[in-house]
């Protein structure tokens, strides 16, 4: 007994560095907001108590609503897209292939870099004379080409999988060897057709998609489900730096899984999507659950891609709880409305607490 | 055993709740010496609070070169603590917590929000403000007190490239010119190659503000409103969109630049319109521009417009060393001080009486800038970059406007309808 005692005390004093931080800076900053929150406090005055005035102005702002909207579609688009996204992505990095490493290494480039150095740069990309406005124009400008290329490579191999299979051979639609043969032989075709000038690049005028500065939305009605773009320009982006972050953890997670039952289903005929679905996909369902659960509490905090955006976009149309808490505390020139941000901060907590509740429902965290 | 530790549990977070309070109690232990030390009358320690970036440098300089010696022997030390990231979140933090300095930067577009916390310290009686140019004491005068003294300033003005205009066999923009035969100018510019573009305009209201003044507009009425349905307003909309929708004026963006400076530095575009502060600019990063500077044209109201950007100091009202504090608030806005400001050809010094400064009649591209820089402040309709209780968020619904008439995904007058009810809305909220 006395040893015991002697080694949870032995305990409390190895986490009490961790603990103290923790309680100074969570445990006691959360006591403060949350009873800020029913006080019209200011940073100047002396807090005075107003019940619950504070979390029903909430829902009289504009902004608010306009944020809890913003917020939830983002939430939703991001954490399906990149939790699908990551693990297919990790599922064919778990393959055996040559020069894996660098796959993996290349893949997962885009978390390691900071995500203001990433916003800064899809910024520069979104301009209306930026990369992705380009490589539109550009595809666009060579469509006829890359239509004749297509169209040979579908011809040839069509052509190529009827002889073997005239010759007896079970050729499949997608043979890699004659698919290679077919995609030289179309280039080759597609390269003298344009000498010869049959084909030639179309004048188009630049695209011009406003990614930025505008208030259009997609589908533009009913209002709750309507996506300002430049909240699609930061989904893309923030889906981009998110995917290689959780492919790792399914990886990990992939690598768990015996390679026998892989080889199993091989020989009993399975295709590999099947495999995906009856053999990956449950093995890795606890983590899935986790990956699921931190997406969503990342992208409902999302912050500062909104804050990097700043006046390069219209504010109602990127604005998301966590902003809309920060732009309440240090609203221009006005006194800080403590009490309004700090409810809406306690609102954005509890509201990301029932969504990940509500998720653990849906997404088992054990396979039964 | 498990009661043990749930008994040392509840303990140990009693005790974390209780510890900032402890260190609450602690600080004003620590400020309690200062005050002592004040009475004694040995040595006086006057922290300034100010912008992180190329601040520091500067005004370490300042203190350091120009006016520190002079403080020292009466006793005051002083010390810059540069605030990084936002200013305006990390000074309401400061003065809140009892830890913002003596002395400290506030800028115009947010001084009605620093100025209601009660933190800063009416200067009436305690300083001389007539040698300092009126707007830019008008612009920290509230109820009839003035809280701060501007450290510089800054304005608009028309930076050409006299190459491309020379190219071009157009006549310089000068003093004379209005919007029309500016709008001439601009056209024939841009007429000399695909390009070239006579003028670059940010859908921006810091820059597009200036074209509204000058058509007779007013940002705000008796009541603290605003009006963008008002035809000035349109006149001077239709004037600045419309360049840019025929293709002789181009937004910085669409040539991959952040801002006027860097569009004009790329050598594609006649004129910048932009304070100061591009000179440092050019002078780093397009060394071989020949530029030449001259007035923002005169507007349909037969008059100029301009804004007035600026930066103040003030006192802190808890400032332990209040008299220390004054002194060197004078000696930061002295004449010398405002002449080693100006000679580093960052802004413009808050004084009438350097009107007449050698420097600004060396007759040099930058010396000539400055001084067209200096006279914007008082020629026309020239008001100070400040939105009110609004803040920043005030001009957010014109910018939008700008940039969805610009690329012609809205004409004007819906675009405005729109800006109109989204100010309105941002008014009403802040009062």
Redesign the interface.
């Known amino acids: 007994m006395k040893v015991k005692s002697r080694e949870t005390i032995a305990a409390l004093m190895f986490l009490a560095p961790f603990l103290i931080i923790l309680g100074i800076f969570f445990v006691y900053a959360c006591v403060r907001a949350v009873i800020f929150s029913f006080t019209d406090y200011n940073l100047f005055n002396t807090p005075r108590w107003v019940g619950l005035a504070n979390y029903t102005a909430l829902f009289r702002e504009a902004n608010f609503l306009r944020a809890l909207r913003n917020s939830i579609l983002y939430s939703i688009i991001v954490t399906t897209i990149q939790t699908i996204g990551a693990l297919i992505i990790a599922s064919i990095l778990n393959a055996k292939l040559k020069g894996l490493n660098l796959f993996r290494s290349a893949y997962y480039m885009p978390s390691i870099a900071s995500s203001v150095v990433i916003t800064l740069i899809f910024l520069w990309m979104y301009q209306r004379r930026g990369l992705f406005n380009y490589l539109a124009t550009q595809l666009l400008r060579y469509a006829p080409i890359i239509l004749i290329f297509l169209g040979f490579t579908l011809v040839i191999q069509t052509v190529l999988v009827l002889y073997e299979r005239l010759r007896g051979f079970p050729a499949k639609w997608f043979d890699p060897a004659l698919l290679v043969t077919s995609i030289l032989l179309s280039a080759a075709g597609t390269f003298v057709v344009s000498i010869l000038g049959l084909v030639s690049l179309r004048e188009v005028p630049p695209v011009d998609f406003i990614w930025l500065q505008t208030k259009q939305q997609i589908p533009s009605r009913p209002e709750f489900l309507a996506m300002p773009i430049p909240l699609i320009a930061i989904m893309i982006q923030n889906i981009f730096t998110t995917i290689p972050t959780f492919m790792l953890i399914f990886l990990a997670a992939l690598k768990d899984v015996p390679i026998s039952y892989y080889e199993a289903a091989s020989l009993d005929g399975a295709t590999a999507i099947q495999k995906f679905f009856h053999i990956t996909v449950p093995a890795v369902q606890p983590v899935l659950f986790l990956v699921v659960a931190l997406g969503m509490i990342g992208t409902l905090q999302m912050f500062d891609q909104v804050a990097i955006f700043g006046n390069a976009v219209p504010l109602e149309s990127v604005i998301t709880l966590a902003y809309f808490v920060y732009n309440r505390m240090f609203p221009g020139a006005q006194l800080p409305e403590v009490g309004l941000a700090s409810a809406a901060a306690i609102f954005l907590a509890l509201f990301t607490l029932t969504l990940v509740v509500l998720q653990r429902t849906i997404i088992k965290s054990e396979v039964k | 055993?498990k009661k043990?530790?749930k008994m040392?549990t509840a303990v140990?977070?009693v005790?974390?709740?209780a510890?900032?309070l402890f260190a609450g109690g602690k600080q004003e232990k620590q400020t309690a010496p200062a005050s002592v030390e004040t009475a004694s009358k040995k040595e006086v320690q006057i922290r300034i609070m100010g912008y992180g970036g190329q601040d520091p440098a500067v005004v370490v300089r300042l203190l350091d070169e120009v006016i520190g010696e002079g403080l020292e022997k009466e006793g005051i030390k002083l010390s810059y603590e540069p605030l990084e990231g936002?200013y305006?979140?990390a000074l309401?933090n400061a003065?809140?917590a009892g830890t913002a300095a003596d002395i400290f930067y506030i800028p115009v577009?947010?001084?009605?929000?620093?100025i209601?916390?009660?933190?800063v310290l009416p200067l009436n009686g305690l300083v001389d403000t007539s040698p300092f140019i009126d707007s830019l004491v008008e612009a920290y005068t509230f109820n009839g007190k003035i809280y701060g003294i501007a450290k510089d300033f800054n304005t608009l003005a028309l930076h050409y490239n006299k190459d491309l205009f020379d190219k071009a066999g157009v006549a310089y923009p000068d003093e004379n010119d209005n919007w029309d035969t500016l709008r001439e100018k601009i056209g024939k510019l841009a007429g000399i190659g695909d390009n070239i573009y006579g003028i670059s305009l940010p859908?921006?209201y810091a820059r597009f503000g200036a074209f509204a003044f000058a058509a007779g507009w007013k940002p705000f009425d008796e009541k603290g409103n605003t009006n963008l349905l008002d035809p000035k307003f349109k006149t001077a909309v239709e004037y600045y969109t419309g360049m840019v929708r025929e293709g002789i004026a181009v937004?910085p963006?669409?040539?991959?630049q952040g801002w006027t400076g860097g569009a004009f530095a790329t050598e594609q575009v006649g004129i910048a319109v932009e304070g100061a502060w591009i000179l440092g600019f050019l002078r780093n990063e397009a060394p071989n521009i020949q530029y030449g500077t001259t007035f923002m044209p005169v507007g349909p109201s037969g008059e100029r417009g301009n804004f007035l950007y600026t930066v103040a100091y003030g006192i802190n009202t808890d400032s332990p060393n209040r008299e220390a504090a004054v002194k060197v608030l004078e000696a930061l806005t002295s004449e010398e001080a405002q002449q080693f400001v100006l000679e580093q050809g960052l802004a413009i010094p808050s004084r009438k009486a350097l009107v007449d400064n050698p420097f600004l009649k060396k007759g040099t591209p930058e010396a000539e800038a400055n001084r067209v820089v200096f006279e914007g402040s008082r020629m026309g309709f020239v008001y100070g970059y400040?939105?009110?209780?609004?803040?920043?968020?005030?001009f957010?619904p014109i910018?939008?406007a700008l940039?969805?008439i610009m690329?012609g995904?809205k004409d004007i007058d819906t675009a405005l309808k729109?800006a109109q009810s989204?100010i309105e809305?941002l008014i009403e909220r802040?009062k």
Do not use: C, H, Y
Not at chain 2, 109 to 114: F, L, R
Not at chain 2, 116 to 119: D, E, F, I, S
Not at chain 2, 253 to 256: A, I, K, R, V
């Open positions: 055993m043990l530790v040392l140990l977070l005790t974390l709740i510890l900032p936002d305006n979140a309401f003065l809140s577009e947010t001084a009605p929000g620093i209601a916390t009660g933190k859908a921006d937004q963006s669409d040539l991959g400040q939105f009110g209780k609004v803040g920043t968020d005030w957010r910018n939008s940039a969805t690329t995904e729109q989204e809305a802040a």
